[in-house]
């Protein structure tokens, strides 16, 4: 099994809480955990279902029906879940050495190619409103990292149907003519370098938006952005983060040795240069929408499409509604009606597109 960075000794205290736990938390909620009819709980005879946390989840179950301390119950599950079969709550998937992956990276559905098809239809209708004002569009097709990282998925591998999601959008979206660079090869060759996904987030980090940018950069070069500026990288603060996968690894308080380590992240902004040439007010050149990949500032995304494209950026992108309301309300807006801008850089991740979602709901006008 593998090792989650922590050490002998943080194991050996950690274990021995979890013993301690038991003897006081067992003969006190004895009924809870046994007491029940035997059909209130399917345990699973084999040792395969053991060992694949199929036990845990029943007995969890019962303690979430009845336990009197539920809470420390939750946690207790949690760290024998973690330190004995390195499983999470539903939603994450451990791979090696502190990694972890959200489990939407995994999945697929019977109508995924259906709903890919018509996340195509609604980009390539996007495009087609866009260009009637005259701003032109371009995609940040955002890979799983998965698909970037895989030799960290240790005991998991994607499946088919997953997996060739992103090749499969490529396509519908280049013969509706959309302009969707693969970011694949750039985020997996820059990774020598430095991480450009973090290991317990969803996300990239500021390297890996900053790889993505250039890219972004590299597909328009040539494109009518209007007067350009010369924005510089100002470093910020490196931080420690504890990533978005975290909330999904439960533990008591005395086993946060057994969890991965905080990622450290490497922000910065991007600052206008003395002398830079002046837009008019009533300019925008670039409008940014998109899902949290975008919208957070930590990720530095908004401040690296500013010095590799030279333009201002209007960031419209908002966390938590995935990556088609935003555009939605956007083209609906005052602000779109009033001054198109040169250029719409929309980010969507890959795991979205083939969401069971309502498409009459984003109106394009």
Known sequence: ?????????????????????????????????????????????????????????????????????????????????WSLFREGRKGVLAGNAGWLFTSEEFETSPKS?????????????????????????????????????????????RPAEPAARYDRLLTLLAQRGIATPDLRPLLRAAKERAPTYLRTDTHWTPFGARIVARALADTVAGHDLGADKTFTEHDLPVVEHSGDLMRYVRVARFANGLVPSLDRLAPFDAVEAEGSSLLGDDTVPVALVGTSYSADQKWSFEAALKIALGRDVLNLAAEGKGPFQPMSDYLQSEAFKATPPKLVVWEIPERFVDDDYDASAFRLD
């Open 1 to 81: 099994m593998t090792s989650i960075l922590a050490s002998g000794t943080q194991k050996t205290m950690a274990m021995a809480g979890l013993a301690a736990l038991l003897a006081i938390s067992v003969p006190v909620n004895w009924h809870y955990l046994f007491g029940r009819e035997p059909a209130r709980v399917a345990v699973p005879a084999s040792v395969g279902a053991l060992v694949g946390g199929h036990l845990t989840a029943a007995v969890a179950e019962n303690y979430n029906q009845g336990f009197l301390l539920r809470d420390t119950g939750i946690d207790l599950f949690g760290t024998l879940s």
């Open 113 to 157: 190619a259906e709903a890919v098809a018509r996340a195509a239809d609604f980009i390539g209708a996007v495009k087609a409103r866009l260009a009637a004002d005259g701003s032109d569009l371009i995609v940040a097709l955002v890979p799983a990292k998965a698909s970037i990282y895989p030799e960290e998925l240790g005991r998991y591998r």
